[in-house]
């Protein structure tokens, strides 16, 4: 009866692990599809033969033969390193960097795409100076386009002379691939960290992809701003210098965030939230983050997709889409 037990429990091991082996050649071998088939194929062969042999009773011989072929995978896998060196889309062909000297930010490579449809665009790659000293705001801005519990994450900075600038996390794609939740997890893409203009990354979200956008004044002191500002910059800078893979958990457009507020405000707690990005204004809410009022009323009134599409590429389409939002109620 033991030895039905064990066995049970290293075919379930092997099992799991040869459907995550799977997953890593399908994502990452930079083969055809029919060689990519014939890859997983082979390993499910493989793995089938090892359980036959767990189950006739040569035990030691079907552990051997798993763990050879999980070197391999393994060793394989460890030589994956992210790069710089692809065919990227046009809109992440860059990361935003900066450089700072004290109260003044020197931003190169801020997105501001003239968007027309996904495939129709005016390329615009631009350098920007902020003054620290003058940044008065922090919203949070939340994109969903369908997905139950997922959002995608956008923080937007403003200034006293009435400009905004919006940092976001994306996976950097290249021209022939698409987002996948799954891919995320087996190293199919590198992060960036942009700058954009909210005509070119919010109103994308909104007026060209059609997502729903909501926008959450954050409670920040002037010194958690700036720093935070400060982390984004850095942050591009060193994707610049080392690249670093895109992870669907662990390295993705919430969870960033959280990193550097982590630095800023010591002992946040990890939260499920964190994972389920839709529900990040909930926890920003719970730790004191956003204005004094509902939940359900910040959502309602901080929904902006309608005023996105009215205001369209109105020079003052960031005011705009602010109209009624809590913490907003005296623009200008």
């Known amino acids: 009866m ?47 033969g090892v359980l036959f042999m767990l189950w006739s009773g040569t035990t030691l011989w079907a552990i051997l033969t798993y763990l050879a072929m999980l070197i391999l995978v393994m060793l394989w896998w460890g030589r ?70 997922i959002a995608h994450i956008l923080v937007s900075f403003g200034f006293e002379d009435g400009r905004f600038i919006a940092f976001t996390v994306e996976i950097r794609r290249t021209r022939d691939q698409s987002f996948s939740a799954i891919g995320g997890f087996f190293k199919q893409f590198e992060l960036n960290v942009l700058a954009s203009d909210e005509r070119d990354a919010v ?17 920040m002191s002037d010194r958690a701003m700036r720093r935070l500002f400060i982390a984004y910059v850095e942050e591009g800078n060193r994707l610049a210098k080392d690249p670093r893979h895109y992870h669907t958990i662990t ?6 965030v959280y990193n550097m507020m982590d630095e800023i405000i010591k002992g946040l707690p990890l939260d499920a939230r964190l994972f389920l990005s839709s529900h990040l204004p909930s926890y920003v809410k719970q730790h004191g983050g956003l204005v004094d009022r509902p939940l359900g ?36």
């Open 2 to 48: 033991l030895r039905i037990v064990l066995v049970s429990l290293c075919s379930l091991a092997i099992l799991v692990n040869s459907i995550w082996a799977m997953l890593a050649l399908w994502y990452q071998l930079p083969w055809s599809l029919p060689a990519r088939l014939a890859a997983c194929g082979l390993w499910l062969l493989g793995t089938l």
């Open 297 to 332: 009323e910040l959502q309602e009134l901080g929904r902006f997709t309608e005023r996105a599409r009215d205001a369209d590429q109105a020079e003052d389409f960031s005011w705009q889409i602010r109209q009624g939002v809590p913490g907003w109620e005296s623009l200008r």
């Open 80 to 149: 994956l390193e992210p790069t710089h060196e692809r065919d990227w889309a046009d809109d992440l062909a860059r990361i935003t960097t900066g450089v700072i000297e004290g109260d003044r930010v020197r931003l190169k490579d801020v997105r501001n795409f003239h968007w027309r449809t996904l495939d129709d665009y005016d390329v615009r790659w631009e350098t920007r100076e902020y003054d620290l000293s003058q940044l008065r705001s922090v919203d949070l801005i939340t994109s969903q386009w369908g997905l139950p519990g």
């Open 203 to 219: 109103r994308l979200r909104t007026n060209v992809r059609g997502e729903e956008g909501r926008i959450y004044r954050v409670r």
């Open 251 to 256: 390295a993705n457009c919430t969870i960033i």
